[in-house]
């Protein structure tokens, strides 16, 4: 998708190891989110962004860590590797300025923890 | 608390029959929404959205949809279903004050020839 850049689109870990997925727009966009997607399960919330410096939980976010640096970037971090986050995840930009609601979704990143 | 409910994880319809996916949501402020089909092994592909003014959305592909505030919903239709359809949908709400998107569980539609 225009504007959003996610990578990697593939990795393989084993358990324990910490990995990063990164995310970054260049839309200006105030609004960031991470999402990951499970069969039967839809998008998932994990942790979301409301500008630089800012943070919050969202539906899943246990054993993911965020930060927001600048308003480009938004990593997600796992920092030791479970099977359970075996899954495709999703990063999102958004912009809410003159009631538009501009949607851009990364291309996924496809994860297996063994 | 915002929240989106997906009516029926399967819907399964004939070739040219009428299409209706069901989505309820909450919000504490006016919502914006969205529905997105997913074909498989790809990534999301808009269809349509509501922010403000008209209710009823027209999409692409056929698909429309409409904002019934009194009702909380935002059901998806397509008056002719065509094979090609078969895919996943999801809806989704976003606070217009938080940037916060939640998405529905999905809806697998199947189209039987």
């Known amino acids: 998708n225009a504007g959003v850049t996610q990578t990697p689109k593939f990795q393989v870990l084993k358990t324990g190891q910490s990995m990063t997925l990164q995310c970054a727009q260049d839309?200006?966009?105030?609004?960031m989110s991470w999402y990951r997607q499970d069969p039967g399960m839809g998008l998932r919330l994990i942790h979301y962004?409301?500008?630089?410096?800012?943070?919050d939980q969202g539906e899943v976010p246990n054993g993911y860590n965020v930060s927001r640096s600048t308003t480009e970037d938004f990593p997600l971090r796992l920092l030791s590797a479970a099977p359970s986050q075996t899954s495709v995840y999703f990063c999102?930009?958004?912009?809410?300025?003159?009631?538009?609601?501009?949607?851009?979704f990364g291309e996924g990143s496809r994860l297996t923890v063994l | 608390a915002q929240s989106v409910t997906q009516l029926g994880s399967h819907v399964s319809v004939s070739e040219g029959a009428l299409v209706l996916l069901r989505c309820n949501y909450s919000?504490?402020?006016?919502?914006?929404l969205f529905w997105y089909v997913q074909y498989p092994n790809q990534g999301l592909q808009l269809l349509l959205k509501?922010?403000?003014?008209?209710?009823l959305v027209k999409g692409i592909n056929g698909f429309e949809a409409e904002f019934k505030k009194s009702e909380t919903s935002f059901h998806l239709t397509k008056p002719s279903a065509h094979m090609s359809d078969a895919a996943e949908y999801f809806c989704?709400?976003?606070?217009?004050?938080?940037?916060?998107?939640?998405f529905g569980q999905g809806t697998t539609l199947q189209v039987k020839p």
């Open positions: 962004s409301v500008g630089a410096g800012i943070t």
């Open positions: 919000s504490s402020v006016p919502p914006y």
């Open positions: 999102a930009s958004i912009g809410l300025a003159g009631n538009t609601g501009e949607l851009f």
């Open positions: 839309m200006n966009h105030e609004y």
């Open positions: 989704a709400v976003l606070s217009s004050n938080t940037g916060k998107l939640i």
């Open positions: 509501y922010t403000t003014g008209a209710t």
